[in-house]
């Protein structure tokens, strides 16, 4: 008689999925085991930072009462935000000469101008801001994210709104970007018990909204989805099988050169970007052994 045993897998299986690590799993999964599994720290680039301002700024506007929702009293909450953000690592890491720092600042402001083209925030009956969000799909896996904004319409119908800060997508990017915000639609529902009217994204740098309404057959999609990711992720802790997948994607991509598609050894990424993490920080660098 043989004994069963059970596979024991090679990386430590994720507990939970979020929109982002769904769309980093799909585009590549060697940058999914770098980000989500050894969460190796990556450098801050100046674009997300960009966004995490923009997104704080929107987010102190939307915090005034209705009236006080103005273009003016934007432009003083990116100040605030920009003072209240400056000592945090993803800005005070960031290595940015003076006048990039000026066109990086010049930027943010362009786009908080931007939003008042797609929108008069006057009009937005807020119910929450950056909500923790969370669901269970049909076979147990778990999905967390951040709700940029939930709202109710002129009808009293739920809306959730995603910011985003890049360049508005093509065609078949648009859809992947949807992808994600159909998620929040699911945890939405679960959490809330109401199925949001619709998902919106407002580009600011176009600018453009992009809206789409969350069907039965939406929905389940992405429940479906979301398992069959995981199912993926599990089967690849196992095998230690996270193969690099080549796409226009890699042009951003903080671990390219530890990438075998581009030559280089993923062994070497852990301690290099420990290391470089030390350096940012002025903190005296570990030996190996203890990264
Ligand atoms: S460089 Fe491209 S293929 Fe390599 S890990 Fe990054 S996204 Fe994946």
């Known amino acids: ?3 069963e045993t059970t596979p024991v897998a090679t990386h430590p299986v994720p507990i939970s999925l979020s929109p982002s690590s769904m769309g980093t799993f799909t585009s590549c999964p060697l940058a999914f085991r770098f980000s989500y599994i050894e969460r190796l720290p990556e450098a801050p680039s100046a674009p997300a930072s960009k966004g995490t301002l923009v997104h704080l700024a929107l987010q102190r506007l939307l915090w005034r009462p209705p009236a006080e929702r103005t273009i003016e009293n934007a432009l003083a909450d990116l100040e605030t935000a920009t003072n209240e953000l400056a000592a945090h690592p ?9 006048e990039e720092w000026a066109g990086f600042h010049a930027d943010a402001a362009v786009l908080v101008r931007r939003y008042f083209e797609i929108e008069d925030p006057r009009d937005v009956r807020v119910l929450g801001l950056e909500l923790r969000v969370s669901a269970e799909t049909a076979e ?8 940029d904004r939930l709202e109710l319409d002129a009808n009293g119908e739920l809306v959730v709104t995603d910011y985003k800060t890049g360049s ?18 699911l945890m939405c529902e679960r959490m809330f018990g109401r199925r949001p009217a619709r998902v919106q994204l407002l580009y600011l740098s176009r600018p453009e909204r992009i809206i789409m309404a969350p069907s039965d057959q939406s929905l389940r999609g992405v429940e479906m989805k979301t398992d069959a990711v995981m199912r993926a992720v599990r089967t690849a802790c196992m095998r230690d ?30 301690p290099t970007l420990l290391a470089r993490l030390a350096e940012r920080q002025g903190r005296p660098q570990l030996p190996l052994a203890f990264v």
């Not at 993803?90 to 003076?98: H, I, K, N, Q, V």
């Not at 508005?168 to 639609?185: C, D, R, T």
Request: glycine content about 8%; some cysteine.
């Open 168 to 185: 508005a997508p093509s065609e078949g990017w648009e859809q992947k970007s949807l992808a994600g915000v159909h998620i929040y639609s």
């Open 140 to 147: 147990g896996v778990v999905i967390r994210g951040i709700i």
């Open 90 to 98: 993803e800005f005070s890491e960031l290595e940015l000469t003076d």
């Open 1 to 3: 008689m043989t004994a």
């Open 241 to 270: 099988d996270f193969r690099p997948r080549p796409s226009a994607l890699c042009n951003f991509c903080s671990f390219q050169e530890f990438c075998p598609a581009f030559g280089g050894r993923p062994e070497e990424a852990r």
